[in-house]
DNA sequence: GTCTATAATTCGATAGAC
DNA sequence: GTCTATCGAATTATAGAC
């Protein structure tokens, strides 16, 4: 009998366990950071006591890693359907728009996995950030290529490099997660589409 | 004899040793951040040994906390210089620009104490960075008066919050810490005036 | 699978010689 | 003022009972 034959919900057992223990990491990760979260706390969190965590994962190191690369494929799946969304034929200044928006949004309103990847990713050992390298590079590179697309199509300035711009787009959304609080004094809407109106459009009134 | 009477040389050596610990320090703060950051290795960069710190300082979040106020006080010196250098007549637009290429400047090229600061802030204790609360908020509202004189002379956009877009123009040029490199692709005053360009003016082409 | 108990490190901090 | 030696606490990880 393979493991395929068994009836869900019995080989589904140990498998939601795995996603217990994530869940309470990603949650931890995104209030403390990489160093202050310790297993006792993620145990906790998730009604277990912090030895039991081995039985389900090999190291600090290898849930962090899994939530990380979590937060960072459920931002990435934000922004393809959002750009889906918006379709092929919209102009590279509105498909950046949306591509803002949506990530904005994912990051702030989305689980904790996204908030964890952001606030961990420098503080975290060099081995995990090489363990993400590929899906971080591949991330990085479609918000180059949004914006080179939209140099292309005449609809964003020429005279500035995709890569850079891209680098700091992407810090200044992040910063977002730093301050933005649920029930603060700004709709995430709101903020998402005063920052995407202001990297995309500028602050000067006139040039 | 009061202790100002003592010989320059004479009064200044135990001074010495603590700016050398500080330098040591805010090499270490900004290479590993908060927490990877060791007594032994600021004592080892120091020349001497970790027992050796608690002559000078009362703990490690002591030093932290010297290291970071001083970066935080250098960079708002570069921008306070920078602001007279373009003088009070010149309009809110383009004191922004000359604030965001003196900062990103300071950020990049001065000594590690600024890249501790931005390093360091959030992973640090609370207590930390309670005791940073005033500066830290009188750097912010400069950035935020900054935007609104703008505002109010006409020269940049009056559509948007000034503290929102002065939150994440702040993170977004503390990004570059994170990734530029004096050995890199690009030159420092590239980089700012491109930055400076982009959240100014924007990255449409026509409004 | 989860628990309890504990090994093994690491690190901040202290004490006392010099 | 600096060093050596060491304490005490915290944390990751392991071992074995159940």
Redesign the pocket.
Known sequence: MSPTDLAPDRIR??ER?RTRILDAAADVLARRGYAA????EIASVA??????L???F????AIVEEVMAVGLDHAREAIRSALKAVGDKASGHDRLMAAVVAYITAITLDSDFTKANIRCYEESPEATRENLAVPLREFANGWVRLIESGQLDGSLRSDIEARVVARMTIAAMNSVVGWWRFDGEFHIEHVAHMFASTVVDGLATDS
């Open positions: 057992k140990g366990t979260a310790t297993l006792t009604k277990m006591q912090a030895g039991s081995y039985y389900h090999d190291s600090k190191d």
